[in-house]
């Protein structure tokens, strides 16, 4: 549970009047922060609202004075997440080939793992959202679409990293881009911003784990 | 969703007499697998007993000839997940030491990464709603206590392979067993029984990928 509000609290009919005057107790960024970690906290179909409203400390009015209804906060929050990991993805994929002076698709999926893993961080609560998301509507599955698009745009450069031969080939490319983007994923579920551990130095480790193992090199 | 029911179906009279002769439509270890389907789809929360009810053509009341509550649902559910992710955690600490002849620290750790692996796919439905699960009542508080003990004895195990000189030293064992045992948490995400891949098969290539990683050894 989070705590009470500390910011500015407004009732109903002081946000109304700030609402006509564009100046409600929050601004739109606000109330999709703290909806997205009630939605994290509660679960986004057990979470109204009523609910969001009492957590902020103002009427529904006020909150509906930024959005039309709870699934555009939703949808609000999955597009940051979702254009954020495909920028990263498409990133990798627009390098220049290393048969034309460029990188290798190895240094390519390399580099998108941790880019991936500091994509997660910076966008740990919109991030954990999407991947709790389960298709219970037209939203959550235009989500799940975007996913299936990035899943397949990682699992070709796995691919293209396996047809350079420096994968091993005992696993299929498919499993490997499961486990990797799934080690990532499962980030989620314990890395909190606050810790000893950095971004970079988070994503450098996930990185040397999944490429080289936790057994030392003979 | 899954599709409606192809099994015995009885409505409320018919049920509530059945219950009465203590034969209603459906046996306890049927609504408890039914529920658990429903929980993972839907979310525990937003699921009520009468949405269980209908989705098994029975009245409340014949699920309640079974179970006191949904929640006593949910409490069998973790239990099975726990009872056998518990029992394979301990199998490996209780495995003779290497020093009194027995296996290694590092032999007992593989083999606790793919025993939770075969666990997963053994009880899928049940360690994916655990696996959910956030602490919202005290049953899945109370699960999720039991959880952090086992973690922590697979912090352990890995910390011992460490001490054994056969982990690399360049990542804590803290992080090594949250990204490991994260990676066999995400098959939830994806694997499914009725695949090509065997969970003999699935567990020796996760373990292979957690230790040796995906590169080829030089």
Redesign the interface.
């Known amino acids: 549970m989070t705590s009470p509000s500390t910011g500015p609290s407004t009732g109903p009919s002081t946000s109304a009047a700030a609402g006509r005057r564009g100046r409600p107790g929050y601004d739109r960024e606000t109330v999709l922060r703290r909806a997205v970690e009630l939605f994290n ?3 986004y ?2 979470t109204s609202t009523a609910d969001l409203a009492r957590e902020l400390g103002v009427s529904k009015s006020a909150i509906f004075h930024h959005v039309s209804s709870k699934e555009e906060l939703l949808a609000s929050a999955l597009d940051e997440a979702l254009t954020a990991l495909d920028a990263a993805v498409d990133a990798a994929g627009d390098a220049p080939a290393a048969t034309t002076g460029g990188t290798s698709a ?1 240094e390519r999926l390399r580099a998108t793992v941790a880019e991936s893993v500091r994509i997660l961080v910076d966008h740990l609560p919109a991030v954990t959202l999407l991947l ?1 998301v ?1 298709g ?1 509507s037209p939203v959550e599955q235009a989500a799940l679409e975007r996913r299936r698009v990035i899943d397949e745009k990682l699992a070709r450069l796995v691919r293209d990293a396996a047809d350079e ?7 299929s490319s498919e ?2 881009s ?3 983007f ?2 990532v ?3 989620v ?2 890395y909190r911003p606050d810790g000893t ?1 950095s971004p970079d130095d988070l994503a450098a ?2 990185t ?11």
């Open positions: 906290e509660r679960g179909d057990a190895t709790r389960r219970n031969g420096t994968l091993r080939t005992d696993l499993l490997i499961r486990l990797v799934g080690t994923n499962s980030l579920e314990w551990l480790q996930v040397a784990l999944a490429f080289d193992g936790l057994s030392t090199r003979d």
